[in-house]
């Protein structure tokens, strides 16, 4: 299967509309956290075509992608969640190494609907977190990268996140966001945190004393 066919299955007009659609609603500030955005639909039909194909899993993957690039849509990524354990080795290596490419990119359009599979659907599962986290972080020094993971790292247990607010902690460029971290973690109804951690990582943070997310913090960790 080659993402032409796919095209030519679904109709290459309503493909490329579709593309632009998701483009612009996956740039969104407020992706994943604001409104339902738009309406696309086409990533579930185009589920079968990658997913129930012929064809090897590290192709499946590769296919994924290339259509991914065109239509970054959440849609197709939830259908990767739910096939991950079928793949083979060098499949999820080369699903692990395409993430980390498009969430150290400067395309925000690819990286927030990938940053949103992270989140609820690899992080939030306690099958997947470990390896996720490993693969997104483990001897990583990107920090656009780790930056982006650390936004939605919630759910991942919260003596993952240490070893990295602590591995980070010389860099004072990153303390925003591991205060951004803490304060998802405290916020979002899957979210692991250490109270008494937490409080004493927070009184050690260079963070602008203006900042809303210091004020939050300090009154959550209360």
């Not at 690039?69 to 849609?75: I, W």
């Not at 991950?84 to 400067?106: F, H, M, P, Q, V």
Request: charged share 25%; glycine share 4%; hydrophobic share 40%.
């Amino acid at each position: 299967m080659r993402k032409k066919d796919i095209i030519t299955l679904v109709g290459r007009e309503r493909y490329e509309a579709e593309c632009i659609l998701a483009h612009i609603d996956s740039a969104r500030p407020d992706y994943g956290r604001g409104g339902a955005g738009a309406d696309i639909d086409l990533p579930h039909d185009i589920e079968e075509h990658i997913w129930h194909a012929a064809e090897t899993s590290l192709r499946k993957v590769e296919l994924l992608f290339e259509i991914y690039d065109d239509m970054p849509a959440f849609g197709h990524l939830m259908y990767a969640h739910m096939h991950y354990r079928e793949w083979s080795a060098d499949a999820i290596a080369l699903w692990w190494n395409e993430t980390r490419k498009r969430l150290a990119g400067d395309t925000i359009s690819l990286r927030q609907p990938l940053q949103y599979s992270m989140w609820c659907d690899f992080f939030e599962d306690d099958k997947t977190v470990d390896e996720a986290w490993w693969a997104l972080t483990y001897k990583v020094s990107d920090t656009v990268l780790l930056e982006a993971v650390l936004r939605v790292s919630s759910p991942v247990p919260y003596e993952f996140k240490a070893e990295l607010y602590e591995r980070l902690f010389p860099n004072i460029a990153m303390h925003r966001a591991i205060a951004s971290s803490l304060l998802f973690s405290l916020v979002d109804v899957y979210g692991s945190i250490d109270h008494s951690a937490a409080r004493k990582l927070l009184g050690q943070l260079h963070l602008d004393p203006q900042s809303t997310d210091l004020h939050e913090l300090r009154e959550r960790l209360q």
